[in-house]
């Protein structure tokens, strides 16, 4: 049976967009990681793969070539303060992308449930068409072929959590 506290986690969880410098802890990423690794995958493939990005310089890197994709101007972080980039790709297959969305979506609400913020952000398929991107597989020891999904900045929120949106009608039919 699902608790009400996982509901509440689902229906309160929002993207936000500004951080506190503080870094999670190594043990609630790990509890973060560990959602991420059981999301769904289709036939079980367990395509996708998560890159921590902790090293400032890795993610000033990766800062620049995302808002370069995005066309953002000179210094704007995509990333909005984030101390902490979650990275996903895939093995390419046909599912890939689907996969992936799903490591996403239990990465944000995991860590929304620990306390901890987060935001999807787009262009990660663009950046692993880069040298940069490239050259991150490479030296992780990645050989696959893989497509970029998404990443989740996460960290402490800074100021106020977004309220909700109303939401639409028609989201369910019967």
């Known amino acids: 049976e699902v608790s009400m506290e996982t509901i509440l986690a689902l229906t309160t969880r929002r993207s936000v967009r500004k951080y506190k410098p503080q870094p999670v ?24 793969i998560i890159i921590v990005i902790k090293n400032a310089e890795v993610r000033k890197q990766l800062q620049k070539v995302n808002a370069e994709i995005g ?33 996403i979506s ?17 262009r990660a398929k663009e950046e692993m068409q880069t040298d940069f991107g490239r050259q991150l597989m490479q030296k992780l020891g990645i050989e696959d072929e893989v497509e970029g999904i998404g990443h989740v900045a996460l960290g402490y929120a800074e100021g106020e959590i977004p309220q909700a949106k109303p939401r639409k009608e028609h989201w369910v039919y019967t």
């Open 71 to 103: 066309g953002m101007p000179e210094g704007f972080d995509p990333f909005f303060g984030a101390p902490l980039v979650l990275l996903v790709v895939a093995k390419k297959y046909p599912n890939c992308v689907y996969d992936g969305s799903c490591v």
């Open 106 to 122: 239990n990465l944000m609400n995991a860590a929304w449930s620990l306390g901890v913020a987060s935001c999807w952000v787009h």
């Open 25 to 48: 802890p190594q043990e609630t990423l790990d509890k973060i990681l560990q959602a991420g690794i059981f999301a769904p995958t289709a036939r079980n493939t367990q395509s996708p």
